[in-house]
C-alpha cells in the first residue's frame, strides 16, 4: 500500500487506498481518508494491515484532537500534533 496526496486537500492531508495482486493485475479494493483530516495532520504517513488483510490502521502524527478511545469527538482540537490512529474494517 502506498499513501497518495489528495488533491484540492489541505496541505499534508492524505487518502490511503487498499489494492490486491492478482498475477500482474492490481485491483483496487478500498479507499479510505478520515471524516476530519486537517491541514499538516499527515495522514496515512504510517500504515499497518493485520495478518488476515482485513483491518488497515492509519498513523496521522499530527493530528489535535485529545479525544480517547473509539468514536471521540472529531471537532475536538485542543490538543496539538497529539496524534491518532484511525483504524478501518476492509
Known sequence: MRPRRK??????????????RSGTTWEQQAYVNASNTGGNDNFGLRL???????LLGVGVPYEDSKAK??????????SEDSGAVYLFKL
Not at 499497518?48 to 482485513?54: I, N, R
Not at 473509539?70 to 482540537?77: E, P
Request: glycine share 10%.
Open 7 to 20: 488533491r484540492c486537500a489541505p496541505p499534508d492531508s492524505r487518502r490511503t487506498r487498499h489494492r490486491t
Open 48 to 54: 499497518a494491515l493485520s495478518a488476515d488483510g482485513h
Open 69 to 78: 478511545g473509539i468514536n471521540g469527538n472529531q471537532a475536538d482540537n485542543s
